[in-house]
């Protein structure tokens, strides 16, 4: 019995000591940043197209060694990722990474969207103009299918706009029957590019319907989403006003507060 | 009685053996130093190297870094209350002065007749200001408008300088018009090469240049960091050779033995705070990429770079110390010191 009293006091006595954080030499405070403290970067995910007729395919990578990348569509529990996926309908992608003893990344969230058709033959007019720096291909830019990247300043599919309110005239050939309006945006605080806070779809000067925008958050990753005004019911139109509104000015936890937000749009897609 | 003690024994045995090892994995785990890097080159992270009180001794982008003839660290920030904060290795302040470089970004260290010289890229100043290692102004080498190539100051900003054997001075106007600007020592302009283009001979955004004397003979060493290219030209300014580090915004080339470091400012597709650190063999091939992905070549093409561990916000420089140790100074990083990364 003598025997066993000791052995418990050893093991307890040692369990509490490990309680307490010492280094390898004895400092309650490590010299060297431990893996624990250390937060992964988010996985690198190369998607054949965004917006997609038949189906989509994303790969994932990340070379670090014993990480692991998860991947969730919609709802869906996260599970390991290991080969190309293929979405074959509009859907949400959240991706991450994760290695043990090390803070799992954030989430990254991929937004695929499934289109009927190109909205061809549709004469696009934008009020004002999009700025000089980010002109984009022009008006035509917002109904190409050409998703831009979150590299803004490479490619031509991004138009930038530092007005409080732009107006989209969509002038359809032939009457067309909608349910939804979607814009798909750029949303990177560190380059003084914010959400819009709301977007109006107008038909012959009525406001159908609008939608208030998520404001971009202190520190949220550089995203491209695409927000959708749904109708209430099933609308017939040849023309179609998107009125976007802009925050006043960027707010007071940014570097750039004061000043007017710029708003990235790189497509509409009507549903 | 014996055999019921004896299972008991056995049992307890058990409940410590799985807690002795329970607890293995609770240190393993939760409290282990991190290594960074890949190869031969991995490094412990010291976050707290160099950290001061930063009311009296304020930084705001820590652009780069030297080591002096007596082993001191010393680095330069755009703050005017000390550009120049010298430390010893262990992070400790040894002194601080200057107070008239508010466009502190390049600093190169030469020594001429035994002594240490600073050659400080100014790109508020528009000008090179060379000065002793305690800080005394010995020479300024103002934007070069006598040159057919300038018409105004502000197409002049400067990011660094690299001096030849002969004493030479090499500038890149990396802010301005992407020129590399060739003088001799009194300050003469000898000639300019580069400016701005995709073309193997230009640059978009020539950031940093040193003198390769690795195998024997004199060349520079220029970034595009736009470009993620680290370019070779003789030292008459020809095109010798580029290579190619795809995600890697590479800022200045720093040549310790055989190996060349470069501070990564972004990677991947260029997204803010996704720096980390480049280390190239001799013969320019990355071999390691501290706080980035695992370097990987497929048919000879390296794969695109990116950050893996949020480390490094935007690494501006890498100092290599005669210990083989780095220190990182970062530009844009909320006023914090430098990184210091212990070999292992």
């Known amino acids: ?271 | 009685m014996i055999r019921r003690k004896f299972i008991t024994d056995v049992s307890l045995f058990s409940v410590a053996g799985f807690a002795s090892a329970s607890t293995f994995h609770f240190r393993k785990y939760l409290y282990k130093d991190v290594i960074i890097g890949h190869g031969t080159h991995r490094y412990k992270v010291d976050m707290k190297w160099g950290a001061l009180d930063a009311v009296q001794y304020p930084v705001n982008d820590c652009h780069e870094m030297v080591q002096d003839s007596k082993g001191r660290i010393v680095l330069l920030t755009n703050h005017i209350q000390n550009n120049v904060i010298i430390y010893n290795k262990q992070g400790k302040l040894q002194e601080v002065w200057g107070t008239n470089f508010p466009g502190a970004h390049g600093l190169t260290l030469h020594v001429e007749a035994g002594e240490d010289m600073l050659y400080i890229a100014d790109n508020e100043r528009h000008e090179i200001i060379k000065t002793t290692i305690d800080g005394r102004v010995v020479q300024v080498f103002p934007a070069p408008l006598d040159s057919e190539f300038y018409e105004s100051v502000d197409q002049y900003v400067p990011t660094e300088t690299a001096i030849a054997k002969n004493g030479d001075i090499y500038v890149a106007d990396g802010y301005g018009l992407q020129n590399i600007l060739h003088y001799n020592a009194n300050g003469e302009l000898l000639n300019v090469f580069g400016g701005k283009g995709d073309g193997d001979e230009y640059f978009d955004n020539a950031h940093g240049i040193c003198v390769d004397t690795r195998d024997g003979m004199e060349s520079l060493l220029i970034t595009a960091r736009m470009q993620n290219r680290l370019k070779c030209f003789s030292m008459d300014g020809k095109f010798i050779s580029s290579t190619e580090l795809p995600g890697a915004y590479i800022c200045r080339p720093v040549i310790h033995k055989d190996h060349v470091f470069l501070a990564t400012i972004w990677s991947g597709d260029g997204r803010a705070n996704t720096g980390f650190v480049s280390i190239l063999n001799r013969e320019n091939k990355l071999i390691s990429a501290p706080g980035g992905s695992k370097p990987i070549y497929e048919n000879e093409k390296l794969r695109k770079q990116y950050q893996t561990l949020k480390i490094f916000q935007h690494p501006h420089d890498v100092c290599v110390d005669d210990e083989e140790n780095l220190y990182v100074a970062q530009w844009n990083a909320g006023k914090s010191y430098p990184i210091k990364l212990k070999r292992v």
């Open chain 1, 1 to 271: 019995m003598m025997r066993i009293a000791i052995f418990l006091i050893i093991v307890i006595s040692s369990c509490s000591k490990r309680t307490i954080i010492y280094d390898e030499y004895g400092n309650a405070e490590f010299k060297y940043l431990q893996d624990s403290q250390i937060e992964l970067a988010p996985p690198k995910i190369k998607v054949d197209s965004f917006l997609f007729k038949e189906s989509s395919s994303v790969e994932m990578s990340f070379d670090l060694e014993d990480a692991n990348i998860l991947y969730a569509i919609g709802e869906e529990e996260f599970k390991e990722y290991h080969d190309p996926i293929s979405i074959n309908k509009s859907s949400t992608l959240k991706v991450k990474v994760q290695k043990r003893a090390y803070k799992e990344s954030e989430t990254i969230f991929v937004q695929v969207v499934k289109v009927s058709e190109k909205l061809a033959g549709a004469e696009i007019s934008i009020t004002p103009q999009a700025s000089n720096s980010y002109p984009g291909n022009g008006a035509t830019s917002l109904i190409d299918l050409q998703k831009g990247t979150l590299n803004f300043k490479q490619g031509n599919q991004w138009l930038g706009f530092q007005s409080k309110k732009v107006d989209i005239d969509v002038d359809f050939p032939i009457e067309k029957e909608i349910t939804q309006v979607c814009l798909s945006l750029l949303s990177d605080e560190k380059s003084w590019i914010f959400r819009p806070e709301k977007i109006f779809l107008v038909l012959d000067k009525d406001t159908l319907s609008a939608l208030m925008v998520p404001k971009t958050k202190k520190n949220e990753l550089a995203n491209s989403n695409s927000w959708c005004v749904p109708l209430a019911e099933k609308e017939k139109c040849t023309d179609l006003k998107i009125v976007i509104e802009s925050m006043e000015e960027i707010p007071s936890w940014h570097d750039g507060k004061g000043t007017p937000p710029w708003l990235f749009i790189d497509e509409i897609i009507v549903k």
